[in-house]
């Protein structure tokens, strides 16, 4: 039978908090943008540039997600190392969710009308993955991340090849993705089975052709 560890209200005010600034408002990176300043997207059509946004908004989109499954599954944890590791996860999704924000700025385009959606579902999802146990709690960690590298890399196939903002942004966050996925791994994350894998690729895809118009 699956339990609930002890919740004190205080961690539930802050994953409200966490919650209501990661849909609503503007993330703060702590590492400076991945960008320099001499780099230059001038050469985009209009047509290159909005596709561009919205693969940088479905990029976006899956930050939200990451912030709401990280702490969903941390909430529940009940291994220190285990729920550090999913803080530190977060903290750089954090770095990514700003990032991307920006980027889908300059290129004039706009987040997800459906993060509400998006952040409350992959909440509920942490929360089930971390009452399983840490070792599948993890394991659903290091699963995702590699969906999110592999992700990662069909973007940097399918933005255009003079986007050099937004491929150094999406390469960066890809080897971040691979460092915690490599964390989760060894702090004993359990091999997912075959058929959850597939269902968490097809809910990506679902996501991800969602985000990419809404």
Not at 84 to 91: G, I, P, T, V, Y
Not at 136 to 157: I, P, Y
Not at 181 to 189: F, H, S, V
């Amino acid at each position: 039978m699956l339990t609930l560890p002890p919740l004190s209200l205080d961690k539930a005010i802050a994953v409200l908090d966490m919650g209501l600034r990661t849909v609503f408002s503007s993330a703060v990176a702590s590492r400076p943008y991945p960008v320099s300043e001499m780099t230059s997207d001038s050469t985009l059509t209009d047509r290159e540039r909005k596709h561009a946004a919205a693969l940088m908004r479905v990029n976006h989109v899956g930050e939200v997600c990451a912030q709401a499954l990280y702490s969903g599954q941390a909430l529940v944890s009940r291994d220190p190392a285990n729920v550090e590791a999913l803080k530190q996860a977060s903290h750089d999704e954090v770095d990514h969710l700003a990032w991307c924000e920006q980027r889908i700025n300059e290129l004039g385009g706009r987040k997800s009308l459906l993060n509400p959606l998006w952040f409350g579902a992959s909440f509920g999802l942490g929360v089930a993955a971390g009452l399983l146990g840490d070792k599948w709690n993890l394991g659903f960690l290091a699963e995702t991340e590699h969906q999110v590298s592999a992700h990662l890399q069909s973007h940097l196939q399918a933005l255009p090849a003079q986007d050099h903002m937004s491929r150094t942004i999406v390469s960066q966050m890809k080897i971040d993705e691979q460092q915690h996925a490599k964390t989760a791994e060894q702090l004993g994350g359990a091999v997912l089975p075959a058929p959850v894998k597939r269902v968490m690729k097809l809910a990506s895809t679902v996501m991800t052709r969602t985000a990419y118009h809404l």
